[in-house]
């Protein structure tokens, strides 16, 4: 069932219970204004037998007389005749019209004549010498005040029936009618339509938000598609240039052009440099989807200061010519895997390494930012744009000066820095101040307080 059947079928509900709790109102108004009546007959029984068996006597002499303003009384003859002996207001030839030989021993509401017309609630009572004194009183004003309930109640029904229909209009409109708009926009996109958007809705609904928040789906989804296709678009051209010197030496020795040993050597050399080039480049992609699942490292204590410390140490070695400065606390314990810990710290220094000019100096250290470790690698180089550093993080991004292909780089390191890092629950990011030089930093939560 549809969200529009719904609400048409619960509003459909409402007003029937409307209708059902109207109608019980005056029924039970109508049953207690009968039963005040009949309470009152009921309660006058001996002053109903006096005026009856005052006939013909004069009326004003019977006692009790007050009691029995506004009620009829009369007298059933034994030959079955109704004969008044107090008329009602209603006019003196006005009498109830009895069903005999009905006994009439409950109140009972029954037609008049000679009078207005009016019913008439009536009780009998047995009287001396088997004659039947009938009390009666007129419902003029009980049939007024029904019929003016009625009036009133009409009038709410209808008025609560207009309000219904506007709530169900303005519930259809801010409510359905946006998911239905929504649902078209959809069916439009999933067909190949990707320039339709949901228009805005009224400002602070729930359907501004959802057609919001699909749009913003429906984009990111867009940027998801376009960053896997220049994904797979950089992955194969990274992979394309070592399968090319593959199939190009394996050509070069299938065709006999490798004559001398010392070329078959520098061949074989070659094919196992490339591939190591492609295996390692696969193992970080392998590594990146592993991340994208759902990558769950050791949770062990780990030591940040001698990690650090001893990539350091190899960084001097491999680059003699730098001062590579450091920076370290006694400990700095985190909670984690100490072998992709130290490929993150690595993977940073390393980048310092290859993307500034040789021979300037690198700044390592270790610091305390509130409940977190921070490790910063601070370089001296050209530094990063702004644009640059917006998406140094994703893969395969270079920038287009100092970070080029030509520095060895694939393009994955950082973007494998912060996979590690978001598995560890920590933060990665990049400062490039103005004059050049850049601070690429760490914060990992600290396992011991500091």
Request: aromatic share 4%; hydrophobic share 50%; no cysteine.
């Amino acid at each position: 069932m549809s969200l529009r059947a719904r609400i048409l079928l619960g509003m459909g509900a409402i007003v029937a219970l409307l209708v059902v709790a109207g109608f019980g109102v005056f029924r039970a108004q109508a049953a207690t204004l009968l039963g005040q009546v009949d309470v009152r007959l009921e309660s006058l029984r001996q002053p109903a037998l006096a005026a009856a068996a005052a006939v013909p006597a004069d009326p004003t002499n019977i006692r009790g007389r007050r009691t029995l303003d506004g009620l009829y009384v009369g007298r059933v003859t034994t030959s079955g005749e109704l004969v008044t002996t107090l008329a009602v207001d209603a006019g003196p030839d006005a009498k109830p019209v009895l069903d005999l030989p009905i006994a009439y021993g409950v109140p009972a509401t029954v037609a008049t004549i000679g009078g207005d017309g009016a019913r008439m609630r009536v009780i009998a009572y047995a009287a001396p010498g088997r004659e039947v004194a009938v009390i009666g009183q007129p419902l003029n004003d009980i049939d007024g005040a029904l019929t003016q309930l009625a009036r009133n109640l009409l009038l709410m029904a209808a008025l609560l029936l207009a309000v219904i229909a506007i709530v169900t209009w303005w519930v259809m409109r801010l409510g359905v009618g946006p998911i239905t708009q929504v649902a078209a926009v959809a069916r439009a996109v999933r067909a190949g339509d990707r320039e339709q958007r949901v228009p805005d809705f009224p400002a602070g609904t729930e359907a501004q938000e959802l057609g919001q928040s699909f749009n913003v789906l429906v984009d990111s989804n867009i940027a998801a598609e376009a960053r896997l296709r220049q994904f797979v678009a950089d992955a194969s051209h990274e992979l394309r240039t070592p399968l090319a010197t593959l199939t190009g030496y394996t050509s070069l020795h299938a065709a006999g052009g490798l004559t001398t040993d010392e070329a078959v050597g520098d061949a074989m050399r070659r094919i196992r440099q490339e591939a190591q080039r492609m295996n390692s480049l696969v193992d970080d992609l392998l590594l990146l989807a592993e991340a994208d699942r759902g990558l769950e490292p050791r949770r062990e204590p780990v030591d940040l200061v001698p990690v650090v410390a001893g990539l350091v140490a190899d960084a001097r070695v491999l680059s003699p010519s730098r001062v590579i400065g450091l920076e370290l606390p006694a400990s700095a314990v985190v909670t984690g895997d100490s072998d992709r810990l130290t490929q993150i710290v690595g993977i940073l220094l390393d980048n310092a390494r290859k993307h500034t000019p040789e021979g300037s100096p690198i700044e390592v250290r270790i610091g305390v930012t509130s409940a977190n470790w921070r490790v910063e690698v601070v370089d001296h180089g050209p530094g990063l744009q702004a644009a640059d550093a917006a998406h140094v993080f994703d893969r395969f991004y270079r920038a287009e000066s100092a970070r080029t292909r030509a520095t060895g780089g694939s393009g994955l390191g950082l973007a494998i820095a912060s996979a590690l890092v978001t598995a560890h629950a920590g933060r990665i990011g990049v400062q490039s101040p103005p004059g050049g030089g850049s601070i690429f930093w760490v914060e990992l939560p600290a396992a011991d307080p500091h």
